[in-house]
């Protein structure tokens, strides 16, 4: 059994920064980010496969980077230039291999952009 624990959401302005972290126990395949709006459906954000890898929406391509401690188990989400239309619920994903292939979810961290 997989557990993500999530922190670093808040309230920024437009332009600002925030760090998103998520720790997690257990062997973990990939890592990453996905958000939802209200009214929208759940996105990817950024992901890290445990080679390092990277991939990136094309929209935060250039201001958001993740990173991942492997030993710590936790990833990290440093989001710059932030918009207003990124505000959402971001969640942290984890996805295993063994004993089988599943995802886990965080409960999530409401991430607002306003001035």
């Known amino acids: 059994q997989v557990q993500l624990v999530e922190s670093g959401g808040g309230l920024v302005q437009p332009g600002g920064s925030l760090r998103l972290s998520c720790a997690a126990s257990?062997?973990?395949?990939?890592m990453g980010w996905y958000r939802q709006a209200p009214g929208k459906q759940r996105e990817l954000v950024a992901r890290?496969?445990?080679?390092?890898?990277?991939s990136y929406a094309d929209t935060v391509k250039g201001r958001f980077t993740i990173s991942r401690d492997n030993a710590k188990n936790t990833v990290y989400l440093q989001m710059n230039s932030l918009k207003p239309e990124n505000t959402a619920v971001y969640y942290c994903?984890?996805?295993?291999?063994?004993?089988?292939?599943?995802?886990?979810w965080g409960q999530g961290t409401q991430v607002t952009v306003s001035s």
């Open positions: 994903n984890a996805f295993v291999l063994t004993p089988i292939s599943r995802d886990y």
């Open positions: 257990g062997s973990i395949f990939s």
């Open positions: 890290v496969i445990s080679g390092g890898s990277t």
